[in-house]
C-alpha cells in the first residue's frame, strides 16, 4: 500500500524545493505537479493555441515525467524542457491555463496513476482537495506575498531582464487571486491539512517540521 503525502499552497511558498528535499530524506517519489501544467502552458503558447482549441489539442501534448540520476525532468515529447518552463511568462500562463477542465482532466489520470503505485510527495494547489482527496498526510504550505517576492527575486536576481521586486509582488498577488478565485479546483486549505508558515523559517527549518508532521501522522 503506498503512502501519499500532499502539499499544497500558493505560488513562491517553497513547496517544489521543499518536497524535494522531504522526499529525499524518506526516500519518496516527488512529483512536482506544477511542471505539468507550465509544460501544458508551453504546449499552448508554443503552437498559437486557442482556448477553444485546448480541448481537441492535448491529445497532441505528450507530457511526460521522467526521473533521471534521481531528479525529475519533465518532457514535452521528446523534449527536456524542465528550464524553458520556469520563465515568469509561462507561470502566469500556467495559473490561467490550470483553471481550465480540459487541461485538469488531462492532467488528473497521471496525477493519480503514479501517487497508486508509489509512494509520493506530490505538491500543486489542489492536491490534498482534489488529486489526493485520501492522502495519508495533506499539509498547507504558505508564506506571506512580500517574502514569497523576495525569495523569487534573490532567485532571479542573477538572471539577465531580472523584474523589479515590485513587479514580482505584484504578479504573486495576481496569481493568488487567479489561483483562489478560478470556479475549477480553486487554491484552498483542505479541511484535514496542517498549515505550515514558513515565513519566518529556512528551508531545512520547513523540510524537518514537514518531516516531523509526516512521521507523527504516519507513524514512522
Known sequence: MSINIAIDGPAG????????MVSAQLGYIYVDTGALYR??????KENNISDNDIPSSLKNA??????????????LGDRDV???????????????TSAIPAVREYLFGTQQKIAKENNVIMDGRDIGTVVL????VKIFLTASAEERANRRYKE?????NCPCYEEILSD??????NDMNRP?????????????????????????????IINEKTGR
Open 82 to 96: 524542465s528550464g524553458l518552463i520556469r520563465t515568469p511568462e509561462i507561470s502566469m500562463e500556467a495559473s490561467r
Open 172 to 177: 504573486i498577488v495576481e496569481r493568488d487571486r
Open 156 to 160: 532571479l536576481m542573477e538572471k539577465p
Open 62 to 75: 505528450d507530457v511526460s515525467l521522467k526521473f533521471i540520476d534521481g531528479t525529475q525532468r519533465v518532457f
Open 184 to 212: 475549477v479546483a480553486p487554491l484552498k486549505q483542505a479541511d484535514d491539512a496542517v498549515l505550515v508558515d514558513t515565513t519566518n523559517l529556512t528551508l531545512e527549518q520547513s523540510a524537518n517540521e514537514i518531516i516531523r
Open 39 to 44: 509544460t501544458i502552458a508551453l504546449f499552448i
Open 13 to 20: 511558498a517553497g513547496k517544489s524545493t521543499i518536497a524535494k
Open 133 to 136: 482527496p485520501h492522502a495519508d
